[in-house]
């Protein structure tokens, strides 16, 4: 589309940029949901704040790997597509990526996936991929390799909570062997993305030098983000995201080497299902591990 032009992101991008998210992705899901899903809601404001908060972060660390893409109709300017990848050490990322539904299938996306992946400069990748066709044709003409990804849904059986020790709460002065783990499993640690997650969620550690681990829970003690040394370390963790789980639970982002989820979630009574990819390049798929779906 010539009237769009692809440009780096700027802060006064955000809001517009947001939008353009939050259509984009109520589109998607609605029309990539099956009929089992629940109904797709509108974006919550909290929700968009967030995605502002999040997006401001990103842009404070690597300006470079956040593209927007921009429509100027009878000179008026809106935020039409976006992709905001990331550079941690060696380790490129795709925190998110899309372009409004009236202006896909014209080569937007891959402008700015393009835009995005010049920012790698030859880095491995890795990122969390919806079904959606436009997305998953465009990664693998990247020459990413998809990895179908489960999810286990339903209430804890409260019944099969096993006993668990060895954990505590987690604290910035863990971020170094954090770091160190990550960099074991998936190329490169976190850096400053632990310090965002410990504000917004709580960090749970297993700090045995020999079976370290770590879990990101969310406000309904889901696990947004879990790495561990070995199963067993992860399947604790885990269970212990489980046993601080509230009504209806969700473990996310589960690819085939991280059946100890499975066992974990079958044993708790929760229920498999399938949902999109994780999307690799130059990096094998990280295990034990399941990936925070902004922060890989
Ligand atoms: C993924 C996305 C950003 C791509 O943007 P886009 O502007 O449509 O991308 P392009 O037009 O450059 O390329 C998309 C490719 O998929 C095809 N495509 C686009 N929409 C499609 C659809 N609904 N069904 C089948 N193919 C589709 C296009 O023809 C094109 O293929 P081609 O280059 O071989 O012709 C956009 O489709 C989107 O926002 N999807 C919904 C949100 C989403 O899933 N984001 C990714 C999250 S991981």
């Known amino acids: 589309m010539d009237s769009v032009q692809v ?7 955000l809001p517009s940029a947001e939008r353009a998210s939050a259509v984009t992705f109520f589109e998607s899901e609605r029309s990539t949901r099956r009929v089992s899903d629940p109904e797709i809601e509108p974006r919550s404001a909290d929700a968009s704040q967030q995605w502002v908060d999040r997006m401001r972060f990103f842009l404070s660390i690597d300006p470079e790997g956040c593209w927007v893409a921009i429509d100027e109709v009878a000179g008026a300017r809106r935020t039409v597509g976006f992709a905001i990848a990331q550079n941690r050490a060696g380790l490129w990322f795709l925190a998110t990526y899309g372009v409004l539904p009236s202006h896909q299938g014209q080569g937007v996306g891959k ?3 393009d ?3 010049a920012h790698a400069g030859g880095r491995p990748g890795i990122f969390s991929s919806s079904v959606h066709p436009g997305a998953t044709r465009r990664y693998r003409a990247a020459d990413f390799s998809l990895h179908p990804q489960m999810r286990m849904v ?12 060895g954990l505590r709460e987690g604290r910035a002065d863990d971020f170094a062997w954090m770091d160190q783990l990550d960099r074991d499993l998936r190329v490169a640690g976190h850096g400053p993305d632990h310090g965002y997650m410990l504000d917004t969620l709580r960090l749970v ?6 079976r370290p681990g770590y879990v990101y829970l969310d406000d309904r003690g889901r696990a947004s983000l879990l790495a561990a040394s070995d199963p067993a370390t992860a399947r604790k963790l885990l269970w212990e995201a489980l046993a601080s789980s509230q009504g209806p ?5 589960i690819t085939a080497p991280n059946e100890w989820a499975i ?9 498999i299902g399938q949902e999109g990819y994780i999307a690799v390049r130059g990096m094998p798929v990280p295990a034990p591990y399941l990936a925070s779906g902004h922060f890989l």
Request: charged share 30%; proline share 4%; glycine share 4%.
């Open 7 to 13: 440009r780096l992101m700027r802060e006064a991008d």
């Open 111 to 113: 402008r700015l996936l």
């Open 115 to 117: 835009a995005a992946l």
């Open 154 to 165: 339903g209430v804890v059986d409260r019944s099969t909570l096993p006993v668990i020790d």
């Open 205 to 210: 550690v297993c700090r045995d030098p020999a």
């Open 249 to 253: 639970t969700l473990v996310n982002c």
């Open 263 to 271: 066992d974990v979630g079958l044993a708790a009574r929760l229920d």
